[in-house]
Protein backbone atom coordinates (compact mmCIF):
# COMPACT_ATOMS: atom_id res chain seq x y z
CA UNK A 1 0.00 0.00 0.00
CA UNK A 2 1.63 3.51 -0.78
CA UNK A 3 2.08 5.47 1.78
CA UNK A 4 1.26 9.23 2.12
CA UNK A 5 2.94 11.20 -1.08
CA UNK A 6 3.97 15.24 -0.85
CA UNK A 7 5.30 17.40 -3.77
CA UNK A 8 6.82 19.02 -4.19
CA UNK A 9 9.73 18.46 -1.55
CA UNK A 10 11.44 21.47 -1.71
CA UNK A 11 10.51 24.77 -3.00
CA UNK A 12 11.72 28.48 -2.84
CA UNK A 13 9.60 31.45 -3.61
CA UNK A 14 9.96 35.03 -2.86
CA UNK A 15 8.19 36.97 -0.53
CA UNK A 16 4.71 37.88 -1.92
CA UNK A 17 3.89 35.38 -4.39
CA UNK A 18 1.28 32.30 -3.68
CA UNK A 19 2.52 28.67 -3.25
CA UNK A 20 0.34 25.62 -3.93
CA UNK A 21 1.45 22.55 -2.17
CA UNK A 22 -0.01 18.59 -2.76
CA UNK A 23 -1.06 15.85 -0.61
CA UNK A 24 -2.47 12.32 -1.74
CA UNK A 25 -2.92 10.24 1.45
CA UNK A 26 -3.03 6.58 2.01
CA UNK A 27 -5.77 4.75 -0.78
CA UNK A 28 -8.79 4.53 1.06
CA UNK A 29 -8.11 7.50 3.92
CA UNK A 30 -10.67 10.66 3.44
CA UNK A 31 -8.87 12.90 5.84
CA UNK A 32 -6.05 14.40 5.61
CA UNK A 33 -4.63 17.20 8.12
CA UNK A 34 -1.90 20.02 6.85
CA UNK A 35 0.62 21.53 9.82
CA UNK A 36 3.72 23.15 9.89
CA UNK A 37 6.60 22.70 11.20
CA UNK A 38 9.03 25.44 12.82
CA UNK A 39 11.87 24.67 15.04
CA UNK A 40 11.18 25.42 18.50
CA UNK A 41 7.00 25.61 17.37
CA UNK A 42 6.64 21.85 17.22
CA UNK A 43 3.92 20.82 14.82
CA UNK A 44 1.14 23.59 14.05
CA UNK A 45 -2.22 22.09 13.23
CA UNK A 46 -3.22 24.14 9.91
CA UNK A 47 -6.69 22.59 8.96
CA UNK A 48 -8.15 19.27 8.13
CA UNK A 49 -10.48 18.10 5.11
CA UNK A 50 -12.92 15.10 5.22
CA UNK A 51 -14.77 14.28 2.28
CA UNK A 52 -13.90 17.26 0.65
CA UNK A 53 -15.26 19.59 3.65
CA UNK A 54 -12.67 21.51 5.76
CA UNK A 55 -13.63 19.90 9.01
CA UNK A 56 -11.01 21.47 11.25
CA UNK A 57 -9.00 24.34 11.83
CA UNK A 58 -6.13 25.71 13.60
CA UNK A 59 -5.34 29.18 14.18
CA UNK A 60 -3.53 30.29 11.13
CA UNK A 61 -4.47 33.60 8.76
CA UNK A 62 -6.54 33.61 5.80
CA UNK A 63 -3.74 33.35 3.45
CA UNK A 64 -3.29 29.78 4.39
CA UNK A 65 -6.23 27.92 2.90
CA UNK A 66 -6.88 24.13 1.54
CA UNK A 67 -9.14 22.24 -0.22
CA UNK A 68 -9.86 18.20 -1.12
CA UNK A 69 -10.90 16.61 -4.29
CA UNK A 70 -13.41 13.58 -4.64
CA UNK A 71 -10.11 11.17 -4.76
CA UNK A 72 -9.26 12.64 -1.36
CA UNK A 73 -5.98 14.20 -2.68
CA UNK A 74 -5.62 17.62 -0.88
CA UNK A 75 -3.79 20.81 -1.47
CA UNK A 76 -2.41 23.80 0.53
CA UNK A 77 -1.79 27.11 -0.93
CA UNK A 78 -0.18 29.73 0.76
CA UNK A 79 -0.94 33.10 -0.71
CA UNK A 80 1.43 36.89 -0.23
CA UNK A 81 3.90 34.51 1.36
CA UNK A 82 6.07 35.65 4.06
CA UNK A 83 9.77 35.44 5.34
CA UNK A 84 8.03 33.67 8.29
CA UNK A 85 6.62 31.37 6.78
CA UNK A 86 9.43 29.58 5.67
CA UNK A 87 9.01 26.40 7.34
CA UNK A 88 7.98 22.23 6.92
CA UNK A 89 4.90 21.49 5.52
CA UNK A 90 3.82 18.14 6.49
CA UNK A 91 0.59 16.72 5.61
CA UNK A 92 -0.90 13.65 7.53
CA UNK A 93 -3.53 11.03 6.24
CA UNK A 94 -6.16 9.04 8.02
CA UNK A 95 -9.37 6.96 7.92
CA UNK A 96 -10.66 10.04 9.68
CA UNK A 97 -13.99 8.19 10.91
CA UNK A 98 -16.03 9.86 13.61
CA UNK A 99 -16.22 8.09 16.66
CA UNK A 100 -13.20 6.76 16.87
CA UNK A 101 -9.60 7.74 16.99
CA UNK A 102 -7.45 6.70 14.15
CA UNK A 103 -4.19 6.39 13.10
CA UNK A 104 -2.79 9.07 11.20
CA UNK A 105 0.73 8.93 8.88
CA UNK A 106 2.73 11.75 7.82
CA UNK A 107 4.28 12.73 4.70
CA UNK A 108 7.84 13.50 4.13
CA UNK A 109 6.90 17.09 3.93
CA UNK A 110 7.54 20.06 1.91
CA UNK A 111 10.16 22.26 2.57
CA UNK A 112 9.48 25.78 1.50
CA UNK A 113 11.38 28.76 1.60
CA UNK A 114 10.94 32.46 1.37
CA UNK A 115 13.24 34.76 0.72
CA UNK B 1 -10.09 23.94 21.80
CA UNK B 2 -7.49 20.49 23.21
CA UNK B 3 -4.14 22.44 24.47
CA UNK B 4 -1.42 19.52 24.88
CA UNK B 5 2.01 19.90 26.68
CA UNK B 6 5.16 17.84 26.96
CA UNK B 7 7.71 17.84 29.26
CA UNK B 8 10.95 17.87 29.00
CA UNK B 9 12.10 19.36 25.79
CA UNK B 10 15.25 17.88 26.29
CA UNK B 11 16.44 14.87 27.91
CA UNK B 12 19.74 13.22 27.47
CA UNK B 13 20.16 9.37 28.81
CA UNK B 14 22.74 6.69 29.27
CA UNK B 15 22.53 4.03 26.71
CA UNK B 16 20.82 1.40 28.92
CA UNK B 17 18.78 3.65 31.04
CA UNK B 18 15.33 4.07 30.73
CA UNK B 19 13.88 7.69 29.24
CA UNK B 20 10.15 9.07 30.10
CA UNK B 21 8.32 11.90 28.21
CA UNK B 22 4.91 12.99 29.74
CA UNK B 23 2.07 14.85 28.23
CA UNK B 24 -1.15 16.53 29.64
CA UNK B 25 -3.88 17.32 27.41
CA UNK B 26 -6.72 19.57 28.34
CA UNK B 27 -9.87 18.35 26.66
CA UNK B 28 -11.34 15.41 28.09
CA UNK B 29 -12.94 14.37 25.31
CA UNK B 30 -9.56 13.12 23.55
CA UNK B 31 -9.92 9.33 22.85
CA UNK B 32 -6.96 8.71 21.21
CA UNK B 33 -3.65 9.07 21.92
CA UNK B 34 -0.49 8.68 19.96
CA UNK B 35 3.24 8.93 20.09
CA UNK B 36 5.48 9.61 17.04
CA UNK B 37 9.20 9.60 16.27
CA UNK B 38 10.97 11.89 14.08
CA UNK B 39 14.34 11.93 13.08
CA UNK B 40 16.42 14.58 12.02
CA UNK B 41 15.46 15.36 7.73
CA UNK B 42 12.75 12.36 7.90
CA UNK B 43 8.75 12.25 8.70
CA UNK B 44 7.52 11.93 11.82
CA UNK B 45 6.43 8.13 12.50
CA UNK B 46 3.63 6.66 14.68
CA UNK B 47 5.51 4.30 17.55
CA UNK B 48 2.85 3.42 19.20
CA UNK B 49 -0.50 4.61 20.72
CA UNK B 50 -3.32 4.52 23.11
CA UNK B 51 -7.11 4.72 23.09
CA UNK B 52 -9.09 6.31 26.05
CA UNK B 53 -10.70 2.73 27.12
CA UNK B 54 -6.92 1.29 27.86
CA UNK B 55 -4.40 2.25 30.80
CA UNK B 56 -1.11 0.87 29.34
CA UNK B 57 0.20 -0.65 25.82
CA UNK B 58 3.59 -2.08 25.40
CA UNK B 59 5.47 -2.95 22.32
CA UNK B 60 8.59 -4.39 23.27
CA UNK B 61 11.03 -1.46 24.52
CA UNK B 62 8.48 0.88 24.88
CA UNK B 63 5.26 1.37 26.65
CA UNK B 64 2.57 4.48 27.01
CA UNK B 65 0.09 5.03 30.04
CA UNK B 66 -2.68 6.68 29.97
CA UNK B 67 -4.24 8.73 33.29
CA UNK B 68 -8.01 10.22 32.09
CA UNK B 69 -8.64 10.94 35.12
CA UNK B 70 -5.39 12.95 35.57
CA UNK B 71 -5.54 14.02 31.69
CA UNK B 72 -2.20 12.62 30.89
CA UNK B 73 -0.22 9.97 29.59
CA UNK B 74 3.46 8.91 29.26
CA UNK B 75 5.73 7.44 26.78
CA UNK B 76 8.47 5.04 28.69
CA UNK B 77 11.47 3.65 26.69
CA UNK B 78 13.76 1.30 28.60
CA UNK B 79 17.10 -0.21 27.79
CA UNK B 80 17.51 2.69 25.38
CA UNK B 81 20.40 2.81 22.44
CA UNK B 82 21.93 5.39 20.34
CA UNK B 83 19.38 4.67 17.45
CA UNK B 84 16.22 5.70 19.95
CA UNK B 85 17.94 9.71 19.89
CA UNK B 86 14.87 11.27 17.91
CA UNK B 87 12.60 14.16 18.98
CA UNK B 88 9.75 12.41 20.14
CA UNK B 89 5.92 14.42 19.90
CA UNK B 90 2.37 13.36 22.04
CA UNK B 91 -0.60 14.25 20.18
CA UNK B 92 -4.34 13.96 21.28
CA UNK B 93 -7.03 13.29 18.80
CA UNK B 94 -10.86 13.58 18.94
CA UNK B 95 -12.23 12.92 15.22
CA UNK B 96 -9.53 13.88 12.56
CA UNK B 97 -7.44 17.00 14.43
CA UNK B 98 -4.50 15.66 16.14
CA UNK B 99 -2.96 18.46 18.53
CA UNK B 100 0.62 18.31 19.04
CA UNK B 101 2.58 18.85 21.76
CA UNK B 102 5.66 20.67 21.56
CA UNK B 103 8.31 17.66 21.61
CA UNK B 104 11.15 16.05 23.09
CA UNK B 105 14.33 15.83 21.83
CA UNK B 106 16.12 12.64 23.27
CA UNK B 107 19.85 12.00 22.97
CA UNK B 108 21.23 8.58 23.96
CA UNK B 109 24.41 8.81 25.00
CA UNK B 110 26.68 5.51 24.11
Known amino acids: KAGVTQTPRYLIKTRGQQVTLSCSPI?????VSWYQQTPGQGLQFLFEYFSETQRNKGNFPGRFSGRQFSNSRSEMNVSTLELGDSALYLC??????????????FGQGTRLTVV | GENVEQHPSTLSVQEGDSAVIKCTYS??????FPWYKQELGKRPQLIIDIRSNVGEKKDQRIAVTLNKTAKHFSLHITETQPEDSAVYFC?????????FGTGTSLTVIP
Open chain 2, 91 to 99: AASLVGQFY
Open chain 2, 27 to 32: DSASNY
Open chain 1, 92 to 105: ASSSGLRGQGTEAF
Open chain 1, 27 to 31: SGHRS
